[in-house]
T-cell receptor, first 114, second 112 residues
Framework: GAGVSQSPRYKVAKRGQDVALRCDPI?????LFWYQQALGQGPEFLTY????????KSGLPSDRFFAERPEGSVSTLKIQRTQQEDSAVYLC????????????FGSGTQLSVL | GESVGLHLPTLSVQEGDNSIINCAYS??????FIWYKQESGKGPQFIID?????DKRQGQRVTVLLNKTVKHLSLQIAATQPGDSAVYFC???????????FGAGTRLFVKA
């Protein structure tokens, strides 16, 4: 595709439910990032993949958050036992380079936990 | 720790005027700086970047200025248009790293 694609666009979950958010990066992009954006705030780094290797997961808020990119392309961010504080927009970005390069973002998944 | 912040949360300008959005960063080891534009319901969109070995870079209607002495970054938009209304983020990537750190953003309003 022409850009980074994320699905679903919106997700409503009841507290305690598990959710899975999908990201299709730009074809050929080595780097993939997940960010969390609270309302009125800047994106906060969650995790980074270079191909299939998860090189940094220091931003994941808790062990309820898990990300994978098994074949070095599509990535999934999973949140187990969702809590209200998990409500945010989850942004995925990809980049052709490993660092010091612009990120190309998807439109995000807006997660609301009730 | 690393932080990238902005001086003003909102900026209102008249259509056709020039806009200046400012940003401060704290990590002296940062060597790559980026400005992103985010419209409602969309992800951030790359506008322009600059590396620490430069102090000015120009694009189409946009200019980024970097002052490493005072750790200050600015984005200048010439002849601001209604389509420029959005939230603008400065971001910073440390030398040798890949993690891009975003500031809180400045919302730009363009009055017709």
């Amino acid at each position: 595709g022409a850009g980074v694609s994320q699905s679903p666009r919106y997700k409503v979950a009841k507290r305690g439910q598990d959710v899975a958010l999908r990201c299709d990066p730009i074809s050929g992009h080595v780097s993939l990032f997940w960010y969390q954006q609270a309302l009125g705030q800047g994106p906060e780094f969650l995790t980074y993949f270079q191909n299939e290797a998860q090189l940094d997961k220091s931003g994941l808020p808790s062990d309820r958050f898990f990300a994978e990119r098994p074949e070095g392309s599509v990535s999934t961010l999973k949140i187990q036992r969702t809590q209200q504080e998990d409500s945010a927009v989850y942004l995925c970005a990809s980049s052709p380079a490993g660092g010091s390069a612009p990120l190309f973002f998807g439109s995000g998944t807006q997660l609301s936990v009730l | 720790g690393e932080s990238v912040g902005l001086h003003l949360p909102t900026l209102s300008v008249q259509e056709g005027d020039n806009s200046i959005i400012n940003c401060a960063y704290s990590n002296s080891a940062s060597d790559y700086f980026i400005w992103y534009k985010q419209e409602s319901g969309k992800g951030p969109q790359f506008i322009i970047d600059i590396r620490s070995n430069m102090d000015k870079r120009q694009g189409q209607r946009v200019t980024v200025l970097l002052n490493k002495t005072v750790k200050h970054l600015s984005l200048q938009i010439a002849a601001t248009q209604p389509g420029d209304s959005a939230v603008y983020f400065c971001a910073d990537s440390p030398q040798g790293g890949f993690k891009t750190i975003f500031g809180a953003g400045t919302r730009l309003f363009v009055k017709a």
